[in-house]
């Protein structure tokens, strides 16, 4: 692929991963949390979804263009990939978020998460320094090339979410709502979001190019003149993305750091940085890139980290109920009613405007 077509579509994709991040307040310990304090699974299963949307649009892309989107491959090491897992959802717990949940509060002006990025950096670098040279990928994707198995696997995947989109296109319509209106929302439904990411993120994995923010921090290590360029303008693609969901949605508000925060965030960023070289990558990279692939480590590191943050959401929840009086409980579990109460708004708003064409 040309170099600057390469660039300029990894800057818009990245672009593209950023603004829904933000507009749908993703994030994946969220989803851990929801598990643990309401009992439900929505966010996961929006997760599950987009990886089914990176499988669905990339894997053909590879059979057809043989170099152009690569899939990706994997490492004969379970070990490592479940402590790289385990190590990145104790992360992400002490740091609040996961890679997509930091770059939404940052973007909305949340400066306590900035620490991890810094934390990342060094967790990185002495992952790098200690754990790297051992590491190295021996496997190829079971899917790399077309096969009965994989047309199999690919038809039911793509029923899949064919099934989900038809859902989320069926419930709009009802509320008389078309996709204009949807996506100018200054909040959008998670599944929304994950549909936008598990397409434009599988695609920007998919090209091969070191992109991401883990791969910015070992910028040294890339000679080529168009990779370096590539981990300097996804990051800061994926950044503007996210600034602007904020800022046009009227979500962007500077708060003060605080100091609790900033040592989390720097603490937990040290920890994720360090899993992100073992897995290697974030929750992001094995949910877009890794899971498509059917990648073994990818599935046995997401395991491990969903493991580990719902072990942890539910040893910090029994904490609260036994010590925490009740309005600091609430406090704690802000986020997860907020994102109820969008949840319900978002309906209400719905029935407002079906209403109203019906009469």
């Known amino acids: 692929m040309h170099a600057a077509l390469s660039i300029s579509m990894i800057s818009l994709l990245a672009f593209g991963v950023g603004f829904a991040t933000q507009r749908g307040s993703v994030c994946g310990l969220l989803a851990a949390r929801q598990i643990v304090e309401t009992g439900r699974a929505t966010r996961l299963l929006a997760f599950v979804t987009a990886s089914l949307w990176a499988l669905v649009i990339v894997v053909p892309l590879s059979w057809v263009t043989r170099g152009s989107f690569v899939l990706s491959p994997s490492y004969d090491a379970a070990a ?117 990411i598990g397409v434009l993120g599988g695609l920007l994995f998919a090209t091969g190019a070191p992109w991401s923010y883990s791969t910015l921090l070992r910028l040294g290590e890339h000679q080529e003149a168009t990779l370096a360029t590539a981990t300097i303008v996804g990051p800061l693609g994926a950044l503007a993305g996210a600034l602007a969901a904020a800022a046009l949605g009227g979500r962007f508000a500077l708060r003060a750091p605080s100091g609790v925060q900033l040592g989390r965030s720097l603490i937990g960023g040290g920890i994720m940085g360090f899993a992100i070289i073992l897995v290697p990558g974030g929750n992001a990279t094995l949910l877009l890139s890794a899971l498509p692939s059917l990648a073994r480590h990818g599935a046995l590191a997401y395991l491990s980290m969903l493991s580990v943050q719902v072990s942890l959401a539910m040893v910090a929840k029994q904490w609260k109920q036994h010590n925490l009086p009740p309005r600091l409980r609430d406090h704690q579990n802000a986020p997860l009613k907020r994102a109820a109460q969008r949840s319900s708004h978002y309906h209400v708003g719905m029935q407002k405007n079906s209403n109203a064409a019906a009469h």
Do not use: D, K
């Open 80 to 196: 490592v990939a479940v402590i790289g897992g385990a190590l990145y959802g104790l992360g992400t717990s002490l740091n609040g978020a996961c890679m997509f949940g930091t770059l939404s509060r940052i973007a909305s002006g949340n400066l306590s998460f900035i620490a991890a990025l810094p934390g990342i950096a060094l967790g990185a670098g002495v992952g790098t320094t200690i754990a790297s040279p051992y590491l190295a990928f021996t496997l190829r994707s079971p899917l790399r090339e077309p096969s009965l198995g994989g047309f199999a696997l690919l038809l039911l995947a793509a029923g899949l979410v064919g099934l989900t989109a038809a859902g989320i296109i069926r419930t709009h319509r009802r509320a008389g709502l078309h996709v204009g209106q949807v996506l100018r929302a200054a909040r959008w439904r998670t599944s929304v979001a994950m549909t936008i």
